[in-house]
């Protein structure tokens, strides 16, 4: 909105710049506002690197997906978006390094897949809300303690998705209520943090790494066609629970998606309930 405040304030519409500050500032101050729980890191606790990617079906260049994975070396891998070519060209690649793999390979845009350097002790496959679409739960052992993760793509809010968008949310928010254990959620939940998904996420202890540990916006979405010059929103997330934090967070480069990748070094924390006391 910069450029449309100083081409009115250039032509004397004063009071019409005034209007579009005001809904700027509408949209930027719940960001300057913003606070997080006190999640100091516990120090005897290896971090766990994770790394979430919409690869956009077949848009995503394999040679920047691995290019990416090499820079960064994440320990667990989520990809979204996952299809059958994509399992062919890239998964048999991120298998010799990632050999614990669970792959739901779809030709339309809710295929799915994990790609771990850690053994898992569990993985379930499952729908949010019956719609159909796959998700994983994973149990895995981080620093000699039990750690449950998910993997979600949650369809968008568009009109003729919108009820199962909102269906599958309340559905996820019911399963994270009723983990007990330390849990990571992260993938494509298509909201924004600051919305009523993202409040009623924060009611139950998670928070995003980037709100924790992240700096900027941090958006990950659009980043192709002429939207890719606004400043964009962030809808990837890696949420963690209560008992866990994030001592980095960071939005990586364009890898060819219309999604950025996502990741964060979580680690155990000396606030068991991940909170301010």
Not at 20 to 39: E, F, H, I, M, N
Request: proline share 7%; net charge positive.
């Amino acid at each position: 909105l910069t450029p449309l405040v100083a081409y009115l304030l250039l032509v004397r519409r004063i009071r019409r710049a005034g209007v579009v500050v005001a809904v700027a500032a509408w949209a930027a101050l719940p960001t300057l506002w913003w606070s997080t729980p006190d999640r100091t890191a516990r120090a005897d606790t290896s971090p766990l690197r994770v790394l979430s990617m919409n690869l956009g079906g077949d848009l995503a260049a394999d040679a920047e997906v691995m290019r990416l994975i090499d820079d960064k070396d994440p320990e667990l891998v989520l990809l979204l978006e996952y299809t059958p070519e994509r399992k062919r060209t890239l998964g048999s690649v991120l298998e010799a390094t990632h050999p614990h793999v669970h792959a739901v390979a779809r030709s339309d845009n809710f295929g799915i897949a994990v790609f771990s350097k850690r053994p898992w002790t569990s993985l379930d496959v499952f729908n949010l809300a019956r719609t159909g679409t796959p998700q994983l739960r994973i149990e895995m052992d981080v620093g000699g303690a039990p750690l449950v993760v998910y993997g979600i793509h949650v369809r968008p809010p568009i009109v003729s998705q919108y009820v199962r968008h909102r269906a599958e949310l309340a559905d996820l928010l019911q399963r994270l209520e009723r983990e007990r254990r330390p849990c990571i959620a992260m993938g494509d939940f298509n909201f924004v943090e600051h919305g009523p998904f993202g409040a009623a996420m924060h009611a139950r202890g998670f928070y995003t790494a980037h709100a924790i540990s992240g700096r900027g916006r941090g958006a990950s979405w659009p980043v192709h066609s002429v939207f890719r010059y606004v400043p964009g929103i962030r809808i990837d997330h890696v949420y963690i629970g209560p008992g866990l934090t994030s001592v980095e967070a960071w939005t990586g480069p364009d890898v060819g998606s219309d999604h950025l990748p996502v990741g964060a070094r979580i680690v155990r924390t000396a606030n068991r309930k991940g909170v301010a006391e």
